[in-house]
């Protein structure tokens, strides 16, 4: 009669070591080499990746020395990697012609993935307005999501900050600032981009995002009619006009038709009215030019007139 538990195997010292020391590295992040076709950008990235000189100085790195900070991905379900931190450098790793490019792996909830995203971003040296804007309000998001959450919200050292608070810290601003900068997000995309790139300055801006979709619309309008920019004084006075529920496009254009101090010296020439004028091929800096030329032309001719 066979014993009983004769058929019984026990692991080795060795193989349950092994074992336990895999289960170890499985959980350690390491660098890996990952295909460039499996990364894809995180979505919702408010950062923009642009084709510029920066980025050509960065294809030139990655071309000679390769990517030196490995980027941060996380597993997508549907199969690939969600790029958390790293899209100019695998941007820069496609133009340079790089088939893989080392990568973090790292498993986060969406929470900790944008917090991540937005504070890697935040150290580059150039950011856009809009995309401060958009990072903080995902960031702010985020936290208060996390807050919401019964094992993120204990706080055994002292009264916890509030998700503006812990925004404001972590970026080196004032809530008061990051509370602003949201603000921007609540323009519509043609005026955003005129903060972008200075047409419209930062302070009119956030005073124009109390206007509604339509009333910005209009503003619009506006400015293209007067062909200026608001000053803060004038941005401020049309948010007014939109609270009492007066903004109507008269009346904006009547206020962007003012004169301000700084431009009470100027003579503006539209550009359709100068085109006439000059061939296709013309730069507005090649139209100032030729003015500026036929202008000093007129003068001397003038003044030998006023000699006889």
């Known amino acids: 009669m066979p014993r009983k538990g004769a058929n019984i195997s026990l692991s080795s010292y060795d193989d349950i070591f092994e074992t336990d020391t895999s289960r170890d590295e499985a959980k350690q992040e390491r660098v890996q080499e990952i295909p460039l076709s499996e990364l ?3 979505e919702g990235h408010p950062f923009k ?3 510029d000189e920066e980025m050509q100085k960065t ?9 030196l900070t490995p980027a941060i991905a996380r597993p997508d379900p549907e199969g690939g990697y969600e790029i958390i931190s790293g899209h100019r450098r695998h941007r820069a790793s496609e133009l340079a012609g790089k088939e893989t490019m080392p990568v973090i792996v790292r498993e986060m909830d969406d929470d900790a993935a944008i917090i991540l995203m937005v504070d890697a971003n935040l150290q580059r040296e150039t950011i856009l307005p809009s995309e401060r804007a958009f990072a903080y309000k995902m960031k702010l998001d985020a936290i208060k999501h996390q807050g919401a959450r019964s094992d993120l919200t204990s706080d055994q050292v002292g009264p916890k900050l509030t998700a503006a608070e812990k925004v404001a810290e972590e970026a080196n601003d004032s809530q008061t600032q990051v509370k602003r900068y949201i603000r921007l997000t609540e323009l519509t ?4 981009d005129m903060v972008d790139s200075g047409q419209i300055k930062f302070n009119p801006a956030v005073e124009l995002s109390y206007l509604a979709k339509e009333e910005q619309k209009d503003f619009l309008e506006a400015m293209d009619y007067a062909q200026a920019t608001p000053s803060l004084s004038q941005a401020q006075r049309i948010k007014k006009l939109a609270q009492e529920g007066n903004c109507t496009l008269e009346a904006m254009c009547e206020i962007m038709n003012e004169m301000k101090k700084d431009e009470m010296d100027k ?21 100032e030019d030729k003015i500026i030329q036929l202008l000093e032309q007129w003068q001397k001719k003038r003044e030998k007139s006023m000699e006889r």
């Open 59 to 67: 294809v030139e790195s990655v071309r000679d020395f390769g990517v």
């Open 189 to 192: 995309p043609e005026l955003l």
């Open 40 to 42: 894809h950008p995180f």
């Open 49 to 51: 990746v642009v084709d």
């Open 267 to 287: 003579v503006t020439l539209k550009t359709s009215v100068l085109r006439k004028y000059f061939p296709k091929s013309y730069t507005n800096n090649q139209m």
